[in-house]
Structures are given as structure tokens and as C-alpha cells.
């Protein structure tokens, strides 16, 4: 007796619609894209811009390597310095000895003064004001003291020249003292006559 094999089916449950799952793989991956491509974009440095994960501080340890770098110093330029030329030195001369005049000569050189001495010192005897007189004839006595004398003429010239200036200073203080000024002028006037015997005047 055969049994009647039952009919064997495969059920397959009804296929559900797949373009709703293809539809969200494609926006998955679309989604997936977008993100990269930001990231992308802000992880690329850009034109020296910080990479990210960098710090803009620099580390502590290169800060503490670095060495700063020697700034060259700039040695000035001498400037040459230019010695003035020397100067010619003048040769050193002596003036020259005076030339000893003849007694003519001398004679007319002084004759001048003493005439003056013996006009002033008689101006103080009749009364006039004697100061400046005596002060003009001190300065004819110095001139006469400078003038050169003949050799033969000199020592007794100077000593007559310093008698007549010592007469004049006598003079001076008797008239200081308002005293009579008779003998002092006349001491004076001799010495003034021994002048003009010395030059022969």
C-alpha cells in the first residue's frame, strides 16, 4: 500500500519592496561624503596656516634650545688723520746792535729835550702849574735815558741822565708838599746844563 507522499511547497514570504533600502544606502553614503569632504577641508593647511593639533606657542623646550643669534657688530671706520704740514721755522735772528752815532749826531738827537727841560723847569719857576710840566719832563728824561750815546759819552751820560731824573722826583715832592720849589728847580736846571755839556749842545 502506497502512502501518498505529501506535497512539499517552498513558502517564500512575499518579497518586500527594496527601492526604500537602496534609497538609504544611497543616502548613507552620500552623508558618509559630506562629512568626509569637511573634514577634508578643514584638516588641508592652507597658506601657512596652523596644521591643527599645533599649538601656535612654541614648546617649552624649543624655546629654552634656541640660542639667540649674535647681532654683527660694526667696527667704525678709522678715519685717517692727516698731519698738518710743518710749518718753515723762521730763523732766529738777534736784532741788531744799535749803531753808535757820532757825537754830531748825538748831539742833535738830544739837543730837543733838553732845550724843553730847561723851558719847563723855568715855566715852574715863575709860577706855573708844575705837575704836568714835571710829568712831561720825566718822559723826556726817559727818552733821553734810551738814546744811545757815543762809547766814549755812555758812562758819563747815564749818570748825569739818572742825576736829572732823581732831581725831577725832588722836585715832584716839594711841590706835593707846597714848599718852595726854588732850589729844587735850580738843582734840576744844573743837571740839565750838564746834559747839554755832555752832547756838546
Not at 121 to 148: K, S, W, Y
Not at 176 to 195: G, M, P
Request: aromatic share 4%; proline share 12%; hydrophobic share 45%.
Amino acid at each position: 500500500m502506497n502512502e501518498q507522499q505529501p506535497d512539499v511547497q517552498w513558502v517564500f514570504p512575499p518579497e518586500k519592496n527594496r527601492a526604500g533600502r537602496v534609497w538609504l544606502i544611497v543616502g548613507l553614503v552620500a552623508a558618509v561624503l559630506l562629512i568626509a569632504g569637511a573634514l577634508a577641508f578643514f584638516l588641508i593647511p592652507r597658506d601657512g596656516a596652523p596644521t591643527p593639533g599645533s599649538s601656535s606657542s612654541p614648546s617649552p623646550s624649543a624655546s629654552a634650545t634656541r640660542t639667540p643669534t649674535p647681532t654683527p657688530t660694526r667696527t667704525p671706520t678709522p678715519v685717517p688723520t692727516v698731519s698738518p704740514a710743518p710749518l718753515p721755522s723762521a730763523p732766529v735772528t738777534e736784532p741788531p746792535a744799535p749803531v753808535e752815532p757820532g757825537t754830531g749826531e748825538f748831539g742833535a738827537a738830544v739837543a730837543g729835550r733838553l732845550a724843553d727841560a730847561s723851558v719847563g723847569l723855568d715855566l715852574i719857576a715863575n709860577g706855573a702849574d708844575a705837575l704836568p710840566i714835571i710829568d712831561q719832563l720825566e718822559l723826556d728824561a726817559q727818552q733821553l735815558a734810551d738814546t744811545v750815546a757815543p762809547a766814549a759819552l755812555d758812562a758819563q751820560w747815564r749818570e748825569s741822565v739818572n742825576a736829572y731824573a732823581s732831581s725831577l722826583r725832588a722836585l715832584r715832592d716839594v711841590v706835593n708838599a707846597s714848599e718852595d720849589v726854588s732850589s729844587a728847580v735850580s738843582t734840576a736846571a744844573a743837571n740839565v746844563q750838564q746834559l747839554k755839556a755832555i752832547a756838546g749842545v
